[in-house]
């Protein structure tokens, strides 16, 4: 899909006339912090560096020590961060990291920034979706050309996030959520039986419990503990640790179900908003395992929805293999203020 095909479904104008360069962006995960400097709308992020999240007390103090050790003498007039969390009621809070609720005003007034947003990571996600084009974007199922309407974006890495993007007169309008808690979209005997593990280990079957790098390791443990195999002497595999090993039957296992219950949650984030204009998969793990991905049961389950099959037969699904698109998303939230 080209850059023209992307543009031609309506790119926010820019509004940021009045906030000028250097601007400060971040993706802020449960793992790592990655802050970028940009020069504006067009331009492309620089300096960018990961802090991890457990090296500093909160967002603040993780967005000084970047400016500190990477930015030199470079002072930006504006910032957005993006979180992993929920941005509510003017607090906002990591959902996978140790560090306590904070506002953004106060993140703000700590690095003395004139302009400061913090929005979901997600949402900064969904932002930079009209900004990706051919080279970002491997299609998964046929590459089916591009439709006007909504967007939509999930995305399996230290936690689950879903998000959307609707159209409208003057650009894009994000819709940030919590869809990474719905319930765990179980099909199979199998699925079925690790939900029921995952309910009485947890207390709850949520998406995010199974689709994420903590997930995928209990899908694995789940599956050897319903097969009656030993553990690992070493302790359980990490989700690295599958992927790398996906020609162990038990680990492709793993990952063939982790994708065919991602397919079948992405189907449902389709339908719930409407996304005919497209379903894009992000996070961090996929892009290792683009294979595995490719020969799941991933777009049969999104399109496996009697009596809707023929609509999510037209919708493209898509994997995201940009390295830095939140940061992309971040900046086109400042463009737009």
């Not at 974006?153 to 689950?160: A, E, F, H, N, S």
């Not at 199974?210 to 899908?219: E, K």
Request: proline residues 9%; negative net charge; charged residues 20%.
């Amino acid at each position: 899909m080209s850059d023209a095909d992307r543009g031609a479904r309506g790119a926010a104008p820019s509004r940021s006339a009045g906030v000028s360069g250097p601007w400060l962006v971040a993706d802020v995960g449960g793992t790592n912090a990655r802050f970028a400097l940009v020069d504006g709308p067009d331009g492309d992020p620089s300096r960018v560096h990961s802090l991890p999240t457990r090296e500093h007390a909160g967002l603040a103090e993780a967005a000084a020590a970047y400016l500190d050790r990477y930015a030199g003498d470079v002072r930006p007039s504006a910032a957005c961060l993006a979180v992993a969390g929920p941005v509510t009621g003017g607090t906002f809070r990591l959902t996978n990291a140790g560090w306590p609720q904070g506002t953004p005003e106060a993140v703000r007034a700590h690095l003395g920034l004139p302009h400061l947003e913090i929005i979901n990571d997600f949402e900064a996600l969904a932002l930079a979706l009209p900004r990706l084009g051919g080279d970002h974007l491997v299609p998964i199922g046929a590459d089916l050309p591009p439709a006007a309407g909504t967007l939509a974006v999930v995305g399996p890495g230290t936690g689950l996030g879903v998000a959307g993007l609707v159209p409208a007169p003057s650009g894009w309008i994000p819709l940030p959520g919590e869809g990474g808690q719905v319930d765990i979209p179980a099909a199979t005997d199998r699925e079925i039986e690790v939900a029921r593990l995952l309910r009485a280990e947890r207390g709850t079957a949520t998406a995010e419990l199974l689709l994420s790098g903590d997930g995928l390791a209990r899908i694995h443990r789940y599956l050897g503990a319903i097969d009656g195999e030993p553990a690992e002497p070493a302790g359980p595999l990490t989700a690295k640790q599958i992927c790398d090993r996906r020609d162990d039957p038990r680990c492709r296992e793993a990952l063939h179900m982790f994708c065919a219950l991602l397919g079948s949650l992405a189907g449902n984030a389709a339908l719930t908003l409407g996304a005919r204009g497209g379903v894009f998969l992000g996070g961090g793990i996929l892009p290792r395992v683009v294979d595995v991905l490719h020969d799941s049961a991933f777009r049969a389950r999104f399109e496996g929805k009697p009596p809707v099959e023929d609509y999510l037969r037209g919708i493209p699904t898509s994997l995201i293999v940009h390295p830095g698109p939140a940061l992309v998303g971040a900046t086109m939230r400042i463009a737009q203020s």
